[in-house]
């Protein structure tokens, strides 16, 4: 059983950085299925996008912008809105070719293309997938693209065995060749405490390669002015506030000027939903006066 020490050192390796060669962009729609990204878009480029389902809007900003995009996903019989750059697959990825079940890896699908370029993107959003996949890929076909972004799910079974022991090189991979250089918590699911660590349930991660930019400390509370909250009326978006995302090289006064912006921010979006009156509330309410 890993200890709260380990859990605290896995943790830290997700600890973002500041890229400050390139700007920071959001690609897709203001909400859930859009994305923080590095400025550095070229006509041509191709896009690997896993985990489609019906939301596109990343997809058809980068298609907009003269990129190629590659979608897969096994549980759609097609797209909800077709482009002529669009080259669509109802199938999966995973860390081993296993087509009955329709999934492939990614050196499978980038074969299949006969693409041969190292400037790509991967975006995933396959639902815990991403694990098994990104421990079984060699670095080497990893490294062939330039930006990752993704959605990392199930991090609060770091207490678990089974699990620590594949976050953990996954995340080393990662960071030996990408920066993290962008972090957003998903709030479909409340924070959770792990072995007493506040632990996203989902987050959104984006990572460069590492030749593409020097960087400096973190120095952003999120969610940040790119951020957007993924569902409206379920909680506040998640101010990241605790370890590792927060910024560990502000001033205090500084620190405490960002964290209540990302309040606000976070708040600012929020539209819980009404709730139904009923007979019993008004009797209570009548009764209250």
């Known amino acids: 059983m890993p200890s709260t020490s380990d859990i605290f050192d896995a943790l830290e390796l997700l600890t973002p950085v500041e890229i400050t060669d390139l700007a920071k ?3 897709g729609r203001h909400g859930d299925g859009g994305y923080v990204m590095a400025d550095r878009f070229r006509p041509g480029q191709k896009v ?3 985990g489609v389902s019906h939301e596109i809007t990343f997809d058809l900003d980068l298609a907009e912008r003269g990129l190629e995009i590659f ?6 019989a097609d797209l909800v809105q077709d482009h002529p750059r669009f080259r669509f697959r109802r199938e999966g990825i995973s860390g081993s070719n296993r087509p009955d079940e329709d999934l492939f890896t990614l050196e499978h699908h980038i074969a299949e293309n006969g693409h041969t370029d190292g400037d790509m993107i991967l975006k995933m959003d396959v639902e815990g997938s991403e694990w098994p996949f990104l421990l079984a890929i060699d670095p080497a076909v990893l490294t062939r693209f330039e930006q990752i972004t993704m959605e990392l799910h199930r991090i609060w079974y770091l207490d678990q065995p089974e699990f620590y022991q594949c976050f953990r090189p996954v995340m080393e991979k990662l ?11 998903n709030n479909v699911q409340p924070i959770r405490s792990v072995s007493g660590l506040p632990i996203p349930q989902t987050l959104e991660i984006s990572l460069l390669r590492k030749d593409l930019s020097a960087t400096a400390p973190w120095q952003t ?3 940040s002015a790119l951020d957007a909250i993924n569902h409206r009326r379920r909680r506040a978006d998640h101010v990241l506030n605790f370890f590792p995302f927060l910024p560990r090289d502000l001033e205090p006064a500084a620190l405490k000027r960002e964290i209540l912006a990302a ?4 708040n600012s979006e929020y539209h819980p939903k009404q709730q139904k009156v009923t007979p019993k509330m008004e009797r209570l309410t009548r009764a209250a006066k």
Do not use: C, G, K, T
Request: glycine share 0%; no cysteine.
């Open 263 to 266: 309040m606000q921010r976070a």
């Open 25 to 27: 962009i959001r690609i």
């Open 221 to 223: 509370v999120i969610p």
């Open 175 to 185: 960071r030996e060749h990408f920066h993290l250089f962008h972090v957003h918590a």
């Open 48 to 50: 690997y996008s896993y």
């Open 71 to 76: 979608l897969y996903d096994p549980n759609i």
